[in-house]
Each structure stands twice: as C-alpha cells, then as structure tokens.
C-alpha cells in the first residue's frame, strides 16, 4: 500500500470549524482513499492519500464476475481504511463517500461484492453511473477553466482513461458540449492482447485498432469536433508528465511537447510490465495499465491534431470532494451546464421554450419561499427546474396523456450530471404537472420508498402551481410573493391586473398542493383596482 502525504468546503454542518471528510474509490485496478478538510468557502485541503493495487478489473472483464480471492482482497484493503478513519474521527456515514467504477459496475456478483463489504467494514458503496462521472469529472476541471481560461478560448477535449473505460469531454470554452464514456480502458486493452495472445510487435497495432475504433465513434457523435487543446486525467499520464519534466507536478495545468509525450510512450512500450515494475517502484497492475494508458492518450491527441497537450494533475477523488464540500445543493456552474442540457433536449422535442423556461423560474421561486413549509435539501430545487422545464416535451408525441408521454421521454432521454436515480425523480414530477394526483398503484411511483415518494409529491405540488401561474403562456406574471397564513397559501402578484385564469386554474392546480401540505393557495394582484 502506497502512503501520499499531501501538503496542499465550506464545513459540512458549521460555517466556522473545518469538517474532516473522506472519498474512498474502488476502481478497477486499485482502492484508493483521500482524506480531506473542508474549510470555509468550500474551500478543500487535502490531509492524506492512500492507494492499494486491487485487480477488480482483471476479474470483472474477463470473467463477468469477481472471484471471493479478490473481494476479501478489497475487504483487507478497506478494513485498513476503516481503522485510519477513526483515527481521524471521521465515522459519521456523511462525511465519507465510497463509490466504484466499471470494476465492479460490469460483475455479475456486483450486489453480493456490494452487501460483503458492507458486512465487513461498514460502508456503503453508492452506485456510480457514467453521467454521475462526467458530473464529477466536470466539478474536477471547473478550477482549471476559472484559473487558466487560455486553454479554454476554442474547443477543449478532456480525456480520462481508467482502467475499463475512458471518459470524454467536449467543452467550448466553459460550457460541456458533449460528454460520454467508452469502454475503453488500459486494463482492458490489455487482457485484448493475452486474449489474442499477441506478440509484442503486434501488440501496438492491436491497441491502435481499438483506440482508433473509438476515435471513430467520437468523431461520427461530433462531426464538427475540433479541438485546439487536450487534457489528459488520470494517474498515468501524470505519472508521465512528471518523469517527462522532472518535476512534481504543481496546481496549474502542466503542457507537455507531443514530441516528448510519443517518445516516452514509445520507449514504456518497448518494455514489459515486470520490468516496469522493477524500474519505476510501481505495482505490477500499475505497470500493466501505463502503456496502454500512454497510447490512447498519444493517439488521441494525433487524431484529433490538437495544438496543446495539457496534464490535469486532478482524480475522480478530487471531484468528489468538491461535491461535498458543495453541500446538498449543484453549484451554479454545474446547475447552468445541467439546465443547457435539458434545453437541448426541450428544442430536440419542440417545446414551447419560453413557457418552459418562464414555469421552470415560478417553480424555483416557489421552492425558495416555501422551504420552511417543504423542507427538501437544497439539490431538489434543480430537480424540480429540470421537470418544469420539460414538463411538456409529451406534446411531441401525443396531446392526449401528454404528462405520461413527458415521463417517458425523460426517462429515455441523457442529461449531463444526471443519474438514473434522479432522472426517475424527474421524470415522475414531470408526470404528476398534471392529470391525476400521484397513487401507489402507479407505475414508477409504487416502487420508490417512503422518502421519495413523498419528495415526488411535495414537488409535483410547486410544479402544478407554477403551471397556473403561466396557464395563459404570456409570461405576465413575472414576480410572486408567498405568504402563509394559517391554513393557507397566499400569492400576490404585481405585474397583472386581471388574473381570473390564473385563479380559475389554480382552484383546480391547487388540491394536490392541500393534500399535502395542508393549506389552500389563494393568488390576489396588488395591481387590480377596487
């Protein structure tokens, strides 16, 4: 087990004393874990890091399953893990978050590696989808953009490549354009040469049919793909740029001559993985992943002729860390690249955009009222501006049962940053704008627990009121002003005079929001005359 000391949020429950928190991530060749402090202003320092070679990766591609040699491995690494975090004192389950990729996300036994290490050491291993990284991989490369925006002027590529996959970003300038993974990954480019038992001069050639397949793929996603520079994550090719230059890799991004980068991976892929082992101090699986690490970063850089070759000197942990110093809620950087994504999808269906978009603002406004009254973290406000804004994208199919056709195209649609679990919230928010009031024998809502379900409602309530106030579609109502008098809900409004729709809509929208809250909505206009 390799031990990094690193000298270099806001606290989780203060806004004065640091929050020790912890990121552990089982990936699909090592476990690795980064204790942290969160300070003020979000502000994240790290303490600690911890890295153990593990080849979840080995099993799960080649077999389809992680033999019980492998997960007791992970046990012994995480029960170390466990004893280190009481020595911090971090034990609350919320100041620790344990998440695995592909390893473990492709085993067949994946539930029972699950349940075994919560069994043995206590923690909870959340799922961790593929829009979830991007989410992450975002929150990771925000700094960049804010500290260093020339790399950003044009078209930014970000790759990632991980032990099973490789992760893609398209940013133009410090927006997300695109953004996907692949199964791609140095480990499995690996067991593809064993599989084929090819010799070392074929060996490169077979990578590069794989590496130039996906490239192919990328490049028919995005025709008019054009970046001017490339960030390279992950460990090896920081592990490269750092035996390139001599030097530590520091905060800032870190550009590399494309000249020197091909010649270094050219020479790691002359040697065997045991020698690289010997030569470099690194764990034999370590040494397996680097050149085929290497050359999908080379060649990517080659194929897409990008001018700069730049080393983020970031991980998935550093990400995940920035979320929760983050809190409950998105960031505005990250809530505005979800929103374009939502948008994009709204146009793709021919909604009625300024509607859309006026509903979305009435429902955000009402959530910020009435939090005393719903008491949902501060993250459900950007599930409920995603259901407003497309809550009406069934339109394109059919204007009978269009709420249920919304539903659908939700649930079969991708977001950037969203994850089956909270596409499935919007999806059922955005079902419930209109039609009948949620019941357990519906499909979808019958099978989410307590919590959710209640969520589902509460904010299935906002959404039908914000509706109402925009029945007309003309946006008249531009500014609302909640108060909540004993049993009831009062709205004014100052920028209409003559709201009868408004209030004859609203006698109907409002009797989910009675059921469940308790408090009738009434809307009165300081603007009409008496």
């Not at 994946?110 to 991007?134: C, K, M, N, S, Y």
């Not at 398209?170 to 480019?189: C, E, K, P």
């Not at 390139?244 to 905060?251: A, D, S, V």
């Not at 050219?266 to 050359?295: R, V, Y």
């Amino acid at each position: 087990m390799t031990f990094e000391p690193t000298p270099t949020g806001e606290n989780l429950n203060s806004a004065e004393a640091p929050q020790l928190v912890a990121v552990v991530d089982i990936g699909a060749t090592s476990l690795r874990m980064q204790i942290a402090e969160i300070r003020a202003n979000h502000q994240v320092h790290k303490l600690e890091s911890f890295s153990q070679a593990v080849s979840l990766g080995k099993d799960s591609f080649t077999k389809g399953f992680l033999e019980s040699s492998t997960i007791e491995n992970c046990v012994r690494v995480l029960e170390i893990y466990r004893h280190k975090l009481v020595e911090f004192g971090i034990t609350n389950p919320q100041q620790i978050r344990v998440i695995a990729t592909s390893g473990v996300r492709e085993a067949a036994n994946r539930i029972a590696f699950v349940d075994r290490i919560f069994i043995a050491t206590g923690f909870e291993i959340e799922p961790f989808e593929e829009a979830e990284l991007h989410r992450v991989t975002f929150l990771g490369v925000l700094p960049f953009i804010e500290s260093q925006p020339k790399y950003f002027a044009g078209s930014t590529l970000v790759l990632e490549v991980g032990g099973g996959t490789s992760e893609v970003l398209l940013l133009d300038g410090a927006d997300v354009t695109f953004s996907r993974t692949y199964r791609l990954g140095a480990l499995r480019l690996r067991n593809t040469l064993e599989r084929f038992d090819a010799s070392p001069s074929q060996s490169r050639l077979v990578m590069e049919n794989e590496i130039l397949q996906t490239v192919k793929q990328i490049k028919a996603s995005c025709p008019n793909c054009n970046p001017s520079s490339l960030i390279a994550m992950g460990g090896d090719v920081r592990f490269a740029a750092k035996e390139i230059k001599q030097t530590p890799m520091g905060e800032q991004l870190m550009e590399l001559k494309l000249n020197d980068f091909h010649a270094f991976t050219h020479d790691i892929l002359k040697q065997s993985p045991d020698s690289l082992a010997t030569k470099f101090h690194m764990s034999l699986p370590e040494a397996q992943s680097l050149g085929p690490a290497l050359l999908t970063q080379l060649l990517f850089a080659r194929e897409f002729k990008t001018d700069k070759f730049l080393v983020a000197n970031i991980s998935l942990r550093d990400g995940l860390l920035k979320e929760m110093a983050a809190g409950s809620g998105w960031s505005e950087s990250l809530q505005e690249q979800i929103v374009r994504s939502a948008i994009q999808t709204g146009r793709k269906f021919q909604f009625q955009e300024e509607h859309a978009l006026h509903v979305a603002k009435l429902a955000c406004s009402l959530f910020n009222q009435l939090h005393s009254l719903h008491q949902l973290p501060e993250r459900f406000r950007g599930i409920l501006q995603l259901a407003a804004l497309l809550h009406d994208i069934g339109l394109f199919v059919n204007t009978k049962s269009r709420h249920k056709h919304s539903s659908y195209l939700i649930l079969n649609s991708e977001f950037f940053g969203i994850g089956s679990s909270d596409l499935e919230l919007i999806a059922l928010v955005a079902r419930y704008h209109r039609g009948a009031i949620p019941q357990p024998t519906h499909e979808g809502y019958s099978t989410l627990d307590r919590l959710r379900r209640v969520t589902v409602a509460k904010l299935s309530a906002l959404l039908r009121i914000a509706k109402a106030l925009d029945v007309t579609q003309s946006q008249r109502i531009q500014t609302i002003s909640c108060r909540l008098l004993g049993n009831r809900l009062q709205i004014d409004v100052a920028d209409a005079a003559d709201i009868s729709m408004e209030v004859l809509e609203l006698h109907q929208a409002g009797e989910l929001f009675d059921n469940i809250f308790g408090k009738q909505v009434f809307l009165t206009s300081t603007d009409q005359v008496e």
